[in-house]
């Protein structure tokens, strides 16, 4: 597929641009390649930069970028891996430590827009909600398999939603007279378990919630962030953007741990530093989209931005 005719608004371009990267950033890590946005523009930004490495899930998201971005020669890699595994990609290729380290924690519009897809309870499709095209573990399979107890733990997990307890024992009771396949069969399970006042915010936060268990999204997002704090060295940069309160959780705590200096109480009751702090916040507060840019892309309207530098 052509790339002109997949379409997706990298968010928040010029803090990127002005926050993240600085002079003597010479390599980039972008954990969430996508369509190559983000990418196009520090490459075409900061000529200094000699190597942006990009991984994404999706093979056809990833074929579309090497095609965008192949005026870029030999500056640009893209490789078909999750953000977790930078460290193996690192080492496969092998490449420089990367300077500065980008992770776009939203869901690319086409991923929304395209049915077959799954992800999004305005189209009809297959229950599948993988990133990665080649994933045998997906939606279907959990919904189909999962307990009552299980189900209920995902919704009220990943997507926080008040009535996950009810929804799952109808999943249930719909899937034993027939396995649930089509996004549709689990639209109208949750429109029927909760008040009409309530179905758009429950579709939302279930889709949520299945996709992100699908995808095992907070256990790579924890692992990529420990193995990006290992891999940088003093200067280095790392930004993350997040789109809902359970991501930014992961990551504003992460930033928080490892911004403060480790210490333990002596015998006389005074705490005594014993590791500096590992990294300084270059946001104080998580940096939003503008009202502008929200009007422009909508999807950017609950993006939080969080920076760091390696001490």
Do not use: W
């Amino acid at each position: 597929m052509q790339h002109q005719t997949l379409k997706h608004d990298s968010v928040l371009q010029n803090e990127v641009l002005e926050s993240l990267l600085h002079s003597e950033a010479a390599s980039v890590f972008d954990g969430t390649l996508g369509l190559g946005g983000h990418a196009d523009l520090i490459l075409k930004s900061f000529p200094n930069i000699k190597l942006y490495v990009g991984t994404d899930l999706d093979g056809q998201h990833l074929n579309a970028a090497r095609e965008f971005l192949a005026p870029y020669k030999e500056r640009f890699v893209g490789v078909e891996a999750n953000f977790s595994e930078i460290d193996a990609v690192n080492k496969a290729h092998p490449l420089p430590r990367p300077t500065c380290i980008l992770l776009d924690l939203g869901v690319c519009s086409n991923h929304l827009d395209d049915e077959t897809k799954g992800f999004s309870h305005q189209a009809d499709g297959p229950l599948h909600m993988a990133f990665s095209t080649n994933q045998e573990h997906n939606c279907e399979k959990i919904l189909n398999e999962e307990s009552v107890g299980g189900l209920t733990k995902i919704m009220r997990d990943f997507g926080e939603e008040p009535s996950a307890h009810r929804i799952a024992l109808k999943i249930v009771a719909a899937r034993e007279e027939k396995p649930l396949t089509r996004t549709s069969e689990l639209k109208e399970i949750i429109e029927k378990s909760v008040h009409p006042r309530d179905r758009k915010k429950a579709l939302t936060r279930v889709f949520q919630a299945f996709r992100m268990a699908t995808n095992q999204e907070l256990h790579h997002l924890s692992l990529a962030l420990d193995k990006s704090f290992d891999l940088m060295e003093s200067g280095d940069r790392i930004g993350v953007m997040s789109y809902h309160s359970l991501e930014d959780r992961v990551v504003k705590q992460q930033f928080q741990h490892r911004s403060r200096p480790k210490t333990e109480a002596t015998k006389f009751s005074l705490h005594e530093t014993v590791e500096p702090a590992e990294i300084s916040l270059i946001t104080k507060k998580p940096i939003s989209a503008s009202q502008a840019e929200i009007e422009r892309n909508p999807r950017s309207r609950s993006v939080k931005f969080r920076i760091a530098e390696k001490i």
